[in-house]
């Protein structure tokens, strides 16, 4: 299994840093920021670690992964914790704390 953190910026993009703690436990020094795990099984099981704002949408997490996934974003749906995962919400809206893991699934 491989592991890949990326940063999402306020324009979307997304860059790539491979420094993860041992274990793979990720933690952020900065509150306002969270870091989320995200995971689509049915190809290769690959871990994807997104560092992003609290008070920022899903929507550019999803979509950044998607491309990064060569998935296609209409027809993927996200879940954390067996709730679904709508572009609009935030982490902050649904609780989130660090290492909270995304699962994305073909609809």
């Keep these: ?3 890949v953190r990326s940063d999402i910026t306020d324009d979307g993009n ?3 840093n491979s420094s993860i703690n041992n274990g793979g436990e990720v933690i952020d020094q900065k509150e306002k920021r969270i ?4 995971r689509y099984h049915y190809r290769d099981d690959t871990v994807r670690y997104f560092k992003m ?3 920022k949408q899903f ?7 998607c491309a990064l996934q060569s998935l296609d974003f209409d027809n993927t749906v996200f879940f954390s914790y067996g709730r679904r995962l709508s572009p ?3 982490p902050n809206e649904l609780d989130m ?7 994305a699934l073909i609809d």
Excluded: F, W
Aim: hydrophobic fraction near 25%; charged fraction near 35%; proline fraction near 0%.
């Design 1 to 3: 299994m491989s592991t």
């Design 59 to 65: 929507e550019k997490l999803m979509k950044c992964y």
């Design 88 to 90: 609009e919400q935030t």
């Design 35 to 38: 870091v989320l795990k995200t």
């Design 53 to 55: 704002n609290r008070n």
């Design 97 to 103: 704390k660090n290492g909270d893991e995304i699962e």
């Design 14 to 16: 997304s860059s790539v």
